[in-house]
Each structure stands twice: as C-alpha cells, then as structure tokens.
C-alpha cells in the first residue's frame, strides 16, 4: 500500500471573506443546526442567490467545534468527476505518492477524522458528487458534508435547505428605511465599495427600493447592478434594468467565470437542463407570477401534445430540483415560480424561437377557460377557493390581458376574460385597472356579441360603483342598443346594466323596475343561478333604499335560499349584509347584528375588501346609540379601507345619509377629542384587527372560557318561547315557517336569538332546555 504524505498543521482550507457578510441569520443558525444534528446538508438554491457564501459563513462559525477543521473543496472549474477525489485530496493537504490518488486512499485518510467537507457548486457533476459523497459518509462515521449545489444530491440521509433571495421591501414599503431589509443593505453595502460619494436621499433612494424589488434580492444580480452606479444615477439604472436585464453583464473579472456577468451564471444553470426542461423554462417565462400544474399543462401540451401529465410534472419537478422555479403551497395548491431575471432569460429564449406569440395566445386561453371554469362552479362551496385563485393569479391575468390588447384577433377572447373579472374587481377595489381593460378591449371587440355586452355590463357596473355616472349611463346605453340587436334572452344583460347605474344615481323605483325586467328575462329563458341569485339581491337592495321592507326582505329572502342551497358565499354575503339593514330598520337591532356578523364572517373568507367595508359601516351604525367608542373605532376602520378602494361610500345615495347621521350623532355623545381618539384607533387597525372588534370576538373569547347556563338569563319572548318549543318537537326551521306563516330568515333569526340568550350552541340544548322547562 502506497503512504500518505502527512497533511500540515493548518486546520482549515476556508477563503477568506473579501466583503462584509450582510444577513441571513436565520438560515445561519438553521443551517449551523442541521449541520450539527445530521451528516450531508445540502444548500440548494438559483445561481447567484449566495449559497456559497452562505456555506463558507456557517463553515466559518462551526470550525471551533470540529477538531480536524473545515475543508473547502470547490468544484466549479472541474471538469472530469474523476478528478474530484483528486481536488479533495488536494484541499485536505494529503498527497499519493502512486499515480492515482482514488476514493480508497481519501477514504482511508478520512475514516478516523472528525471533520466538514463543503463540497461547493455540485450541479454539473451531480450524481458523481452524490456517489462519492454517499461513499464516504458510509465508511467515515465522523464525516459531515455540507453541500451547495443548485440541484439535491438525492441520497439517503441529505438534508436539504434551499436558500432564497434576501428579503426585499415590498412595494407599499416606501418610506422604508434602508437598512430594514436585507437586500437593501447589502445593496447599499456594495454600492459604496464602488460609488463611495452617491447620495441615498430623494429620487436615488426611492430608486434604490425600487431595484431592489426589480432584482429580487438575488445577491448576484444586486452586486453587478452595483457596480454600474460608477457611471449612472440609481434613477437611470433603473429604467435601464426595467428594459435590458442584460444590463447586468459586468462583474468582478476575478469572480469565477460564471459569476462574471448575470448572463453567464444563468447560461451555466442552462447548460445542465434537459432539452425539454429548457422549452419548459422558456414557456413558463410567458407567465409573471406563480403559476398552477394546470396551466402548466395547458401551455405545454399546445406546445408538445405528445406531452402526458406525469412527463410535464416530472419536468417541472426537475427544475424545481435546478433552482429554476420555486414551489410554494398556497391553500393547499401548489404555485411554481420563476425569478424575474430567469423569466426574461426564458423569454429572450422564446423570443428567439418565434414562440412569443402563440405561447401568450394559449396563456391569454387558458385564463378565459379557467374563468369559465369557476362561472360554471360559482354556485358551489369552492366558490371561495376559487375567488382566492383568481387574487393569486391577478398578474397573470394582466400579461393575458395585454397580450389580447396588442395581439390582432385577441381582442374579443380578452374582453371575455375582462368582464368575468367584475365580480373580483369588485371583491378587492380593483374598479380602475378592470375598467381600464374593459375600455381598451371594448373598443377593439366591435363585432355586435354576449361577449361585448357583457363586457359593456361590466364596465357599466364598476363605473357606477366608482360613481363615474356620465360613463356609467354612456356605458348602459350603448348596452342597450346592443342588446336589441341580439336575441332577447341577452336583454337582462342591459337591464341589469341599467338598473346599475339608477342605483347609484339614487332612483330607486326605476332601479327596481330595471332589474324585475332583467329577472322576468332570466326565470322565462332559464338563466343561469348565479345570475337569478344576483338580481334578487339587487332587486333587494333597491327596494330597500326605495323605503319597501317588506320588499326588500322577501327579495333577499329568494336569493339566500338559492345561495344557501348551493354553498355560495359571495352574493350571499351582500344579502346578508343589506338584509341586516333592513332588519335594523324595522326596529329588530339583535337580528340585525346577527346578519351582520354572518355577513362579515363570509367576506372575512372572501378575503373581500369591498364588503368587509360596508359591513364595518353597518355595524358602526348599529352600534351608534348603545356603544358609540366602538362605533367611532369602526368608522375609522372602514376609512382606512375605503382608502385603498378608488371609490367611496358617498357613491351610493341610499347609505351616505346613514354614514352621516351616526358620524354626527357619535360626535354630539361622545365630543370631538373622545370621537377623534376612537377613530384614530381604527384606522390604525388593519382589516383582521377591525373584523374582530365589530364581531366583538375579544369578549366572545373571554366569555367562551366561563361554561353559560340558562338559569338566571333574561326569559325568551313569547315568539322566541313557541319557536323554540316547536323546536323541541324536532321540526325544521322550514316546518316552523309553514306552521306560523313566517319566513324561514325569521325563525332562523328567531332560534339564533334564544340561544344566544341561553348561552346556548346547538338546537339540541334548546331542546333540553324546554323539556325541563316543562317540568318545572
């Protein structure tokens, strides 16, 4: 057997640090922890997202603890994986006086020693790096390794922690301060290393922010744009990357080579994908956010219909594996994501293919089928996890929408698309960009369709929110000479665009009539449910502010039943929410209150801006008289909502009396220093905080703790005393809405009622409560 030369005394092949270390403490210490616990820990993550320095800090920071040091082995320049014991045995000092050196005499020399290996930049040689690490590991019981590597090694007892860009403001962090996040720092850091007199102040610091969110803290992408601010101002380095990524090509020329210039560091993580990964990567660089596997499978299969399910998921799991995208898991969905310079490497790809145009063209078709898809579903319980979709999915939407706004022939595939995002623009107080896509494609779409009278509703409906009523009565006009081109089925269309705009314009008996016209049309042509619900509601809340009760309630009455029924959440929820109004007005506040907390807990859901708004203002309302500090807190809650919306409650003729009979009468109870402290408060909250206080969950909680018997509790009215004996029979709510000639909402109301007064959870309770009633 061949000797070994003795290593030198020196316990550490580690480089030293040339620039300051900026954050990451966390993944320090998590990553300090793994390496501790377990044996192969492997640093995963996109070229330039600082894995290897990463590696070299925890290196650093655990070399006391090691008795025979840390060993840094890189591997980048290496070409020929049989060389890698070879490296190895070069950084640890050993040498072999035979002609080869080999895994026999490295793992002799490491059997007994108690050391790290870092094992930097794996990728290219990954499945010899992974049989050699596994070699070792096995036969070196005192061994850690710990790689960095843009892909996992994939062998038994690896460790994986990805490693992700730093943490960049996000875009309301403005008046953020620089050294608050991460990247920024870090970027700060190396622009003074090359620009030492530069001002952070005024435009250049809001520039600053802003290429920091651009380059999304990939620690690579920030230094080289550092180093362009020898010759240009933050401002212009900014417009410049916003057009050229490849602005970014100049670096530091004694950084390895792909570390030079962004371009070479993203063309070295191309070199190791598949043919397929690389069309894949160039398809999924048509999409501007995360994306979903069915979409993914949409854009692929139109590009390769050979292409199954299982072969697309295995390449888009081959380059999560690479660091080209990213899997989050969102409501249980999984989202895949691709940095932003990758994304415009991947389009420059697709750009040079000639597959630009149609590879949008099946993006923008994807969107218009998905929103088909949850139109047909939208009277279901996944209604909310659908809406939820669509939020996650806004920027995609967008890049759809542009596309059909340029594209010749997209026009009306995209005015589609834009008018069944009505409902979400109304959901999250996106009324401006909706309608701004509704106008710029209406005008392209001329042809006489549903589809462009659809989109004329639609732009009809968010005008009339926004309170812009020359554009909504323009808008609901040219709907109607439209629609009596078309058959008459598609006559509510324009009726229900019409009723719109007198709603906000404050006539309320032509509104009713509008909107019966547009659901005479939908019950004698069997219309959709979904749109059969929505008028009733409408009809609803017409005749509500019309001063019709009765009316009103019996309207909302039909639409709940239909929504309840099916699991819908989101018209529901604005039935609720009037229908408390209505209740209130008739003189019944508990019940009123009642309708709307089941109203808020539904928007809460919803995640819906727009009505978590008026229901904070009904409940302020309502809270006037017997509790005005909270009322005055939920005033300034809904204005802080209002704020984010480009509309107002004053749009509405039928509520802004309301809103200005409390704010008048909480100012006179409580005076002008207690109202202005109490709304301050609220507008300080942010949405969650302001649900809970006009749900009056705080107290629910504490009183939830003290078990609540009914001995001693205010009585039961006679009303609420039969229905709940009725109950004790065992008949539904329907039963007892037959037998005393009530509504159905009434004895619901009534039922919810007792057992609130009873401290009562289920109708189970009321019923022993009324036998032993009985027999007392």
Not at 292 to 311: C, F, K, L, N, Q
Not at 464 to 485: K, N, V
Not at 574 to 599: I, N, P
């Amino acid at each position: 057997m061949s000797q070994l030369a003795p290593a030198p005394a020196i316990s550490s092949s580690l480089p030293a640090e040339l620039t300051e270390f900026i954050g990451r403490r966390q993944d320090r210490a998590e990553v300090r922890q793994l390496v501790t616990e377990g044996r192969l820990v492997t640093l995963t993550g996109l070229g330039g997202v600082g894995k290897t320095r990463l590696a070299l800090r925890v290196a650093r920071e655990l070399q006391r603890s090691v008795r025979d040091g840390v060993w840094f082995v890189p591997l980048a320049e290496l070409s020929d994986p049989l060389l890698i014991p070879e490296a190895t045995g070069a950084v640890l000092g050993i040498h072999d006086r035979s002609s080869q050196f080999g895994m026999i005499r490295l793992t002799e020399y490491l059997r007994e020693r108690d050391l790290i290996l870092v094992l930097d930049n794996c990728e290219h040689l990954i499945e010899h790096c992974a049989v050699i690490a596994d070699t070792l590991l096995r036969t070196c019981p005192r061994l850690r390794i710990l790689a960095t590597s843009r892909e996992p090694l994939r062998i038994s007892g690896e460790v994986i922690h990805p490693v992700g860009p730093l943490a960049v403001p996000d875009a309301s962090a403005d008046d953020a301060s620089l050294h608050d996040h991460e990247a920024v720092r870090f970027f700060v850091e190396r622009v003074r290393h090359v620009a030492p007199g530069l001002d952070f102040d005024g435009e250049n610091r809001a520039a600053v922010l802003e290429i920091c969110r651009h380059l999304e803290g990939i620690p690579l992408a920030l230094e080289l744009a550092a180093t362009r601010l020898r010759a240009m101002s933050p401002v212009e380095l900014l417009e410049r990357l916003r057009a050229h990524w490849e602005l970014l090509d100049l670096g530091d020329r004694n950084a390895p080579a792909r570390h030079r210039t962004m371009s070479a560091c993203i063309e070295w993580s191309y070199a190791q994908c598949s043919p397929a990964e690389r069309r894949m990567w160039a398809l999924l660089s048509s999409f501007a956010s995360g994306v979903e596997i069915d979409a993914i499978e949409h854009v692929t299969r139109g590009d390769d219909p050979s292409a199954t399910p299982e072969s697309i998921a295995l390449r888009a799991q081959a380059l999560v594996d690479k660091s080209i995208l990213t899997a989050e898991f969102v409501d249980g969905r999984t989202q895949f994501r691709m940095h932003e310079v990758l994304r415009q490497f991947g389009a420059a790809h697709l750009a040079i293919a000639g597959s630009t145009a149609p590879i949008r063209q099946r993006v923008l078709d994807f969107y218009v089928s998905l929103l088909g898809r949850i139109d047909e579903d939208w009277m279901s319980p996944r209604q909310i996890r659908w809406m939820r979709r669509v939020r996650r999915e806004d920027a995609n939407i967008r890049i759809a929408l542009e596309y059909a706004c340029m594209e010749h022939g997209a026009a009306t595939a995209g005015l589609e698309l834009a008018a069944r995002m009505r409902k979400y623009a109304m959901a999250y107080g996106a009324f401006t960009e909706v309608r701004y896509w509704l106008r710029r494609l209406t005008a392209l779409a001329t042809d006489d369709s549903l589809v462009c009278l659809r989109g004329l509703r639609a732009g009809c409906v968010l005008a009339a929110i926004q309170g812009d009523r020359e554009s909504s009565a323009a808008l609901a006009s040219e709907a109607r000479e439209l629609a009596d081109r078309l058959p008459l089925e598609a006559t509510w269309l324009a009726d229900q665009a019409t009723g719109w705009h007198l709603m906000f314009l404050g006539d309320h008996e032509g509104c009713v009539e509008s909107h019966g016209r547009a659901l005479a049309t939908l019950l004698e042509h069997g219309g959709a449910l979904r749109d059969i619900a929505e008028t009733h509601m409408l009809i609803g809340m017409a005749r509500g502010f019309a001063g019709d009760l009765t009316g009103a309630a019996e309207s909302h009455e039909m639409s709940l039943e239909i929504c309840e029924s099916s699991g819908e959440s989101w018209c529901r929820s604005f039935s609720l929410w009037h229908l408390g109004l209505v209740v209130w007005a008739s003189g019944d506040l508990v019940m009123a209150l009642d309708l709307e907390g089941k109203s808020l807990a539904l928007k809460r859901r919803l995640s819906e801006r727009l009505g978590v708004a008026l229901c904070l203002e009904a409940c302020a309302w309502m809270h006037a008289a017997g509790a005005p500090v909270r009322a005055a807190t939920l005033l300034g809650a809904a204005d802080h909502l209002w704020r984010f919306m480009a509309t107002s409650l004053e749009v509405l003729p039928g509520l802004t009396s309301l809103r200005q009979r409390c704010e008048s009468a909480l100012r006179e109870s409580l005076g002008p220093d207690a109202y202005e402290a109490a709304y301050a408060a609220g507008i300080a909250m942010d949405e969650d905080a302001a649900i809970g206080c006009a749900l009056n969950e705080e107290k629910k909680m504490q009183a939830s703790a003290v078990p609540v018997t009914a001995s001693g509790l205010a009585r039961l009215t006679r009303r609420e005393q039969q229905i709940a004996e009725l109950v004790a029979t065992g008949l539904t709510n329907q039963d007892i809405a037959s037998k005393l000639t009530l509504s159905r909402r009434t004895v619901e109301g009534h039922v919810e009622k007792a057992l609130t007064k009873l401290g009562f959870t289920s109708r189970t309770q009321l019923a022993v409560w009324v036998s032993d009633q009985s027999r007392s």
